[in-house]
């Protein structure tokens, strides 16, 4: 039997829809069982919303999974995850809005990727605070 081999994947998760620690316990969930092994976790810190206006405050948080999917069946995966916790509408060309779950891909083992659906390592990471701080925590 072949071995498969393992990528380090960390991801970002945000919520300010709904009951937020539940939906992010609930993604945690589905992508510990659909994408690999979720073995690290970021503390869930409160931010204000990026890039639009919301009474609505973010809960976010990184993970670390372990997983032998590709970035993008990782990406197809995710995406479906979201949708199934409630998201209807994907941000476009910079116009964000309140979101129940969002999920971002930050980094692939050491993989540079740059796709029209997938630029690894995310692009905006290091512009956002929201994403730095959980993820030095599990780095």
Request: hydrophobic fraction near 35%; glycine fraction near 4%; aromatic fraction near 6%.
């Amino acid at each position: 039997m072949q071995e498969q081999t393992l990528h380090i994947l960390y991801l970002s998760l945000g919520s300010n829809l709904g009951d937020r620690h539940a939906i992010m316990r609930r993604a945690i969930h589905l992508i510990n069982n659909e994408v690999g092994c979720v073995d690290r976790e970021s503390s869930p810190i409160e931010t204000e919303p990026w890039g639009f206006e919301s009474a609505n405050k973010f809960l976010n948080m990184c993970i670390r999974v372990q997983t032998s999917l590709s970035p993008e069946t990782v990406l197809d995966v995710t995406q479906d995850i979201e949708r199934r916790l409630g998201r209807t509408l994907k941000s476009v060309d910079g116009q964000y809005h309140d979101r129940p779950i969002d999920i971002d891909m930050l980094m692939y083992d050491n993989l540079h990727l740059s796709t029209t659906r997938l630029t690894l390592p995310h692009p905006h990471m290091h512009e956002r605070d929201f994403v730095m701080i959980p993820l030095r925590e599990i780095l």
